[in-house]
């Protein structure tokens, strides 16, 4: 085996957590998962237009957090993770149309919503711990 001095050798940069192990990364894949389950009722002719956006907005926001753990600078996941906060936000806005249009529930809707808020508060969290 050959031994490299210290001074000759490459230094590999931090890597984020494998992103299983980020809380704000089970939240968000918690909601993606249950809004996938509450929009399988939504009406046929949403399929197309609430349905897939909801879906498609919270998948992002696990997605993002994948994406982002994967980078290879602080900085650059700190981006991918304001991407995830817009499309939690995108989520909620989704939600509580979809409760106001008539298509959920009171009661998905509070459980969802709540689900939300709790994926943006440890998305939050985990953008402010990461340096600048």
């Given at each position: ?47 197309y ?8 907005a ?26 995830a ?48």
């Amino acid at each position: 085996m050959v031994r490299v001095p210290a001074s000759r050798r490459v230094r590999l940069p931090r890597m984020a957590p494998p992103y299983e192990e980020l809380h704000a990364w089970r939240e968000c894949h918690e909601l993606a998962l249950a809004v996938y389950r509450a929009t399988k009722h939504f009406p046929t002719e949403e399929q197309y237009g609430l349905t897939s956006q909801t879906r498609r907005a919270a998948f992002s926001a696990a997605v993002n957090i994948v994406e982002g753990s994967a980078r290879r600078s602080k900085k650059e996941f700190r981006r991918f993770l304001d991407i995830a906060l817009s499309s939690l936000a995108e989520v909620g806005y989704a939600l509580r149309f979809c409760r106001e249009a008539g298509l959920l529930a009171d009661a998905d809707w509070a459980a969802l919503n709540d689900r939300q808020n709790r994926a943006r508060f440890l998305t939050w969290k985990l953008y402010c711990a990461l340096p600048r």
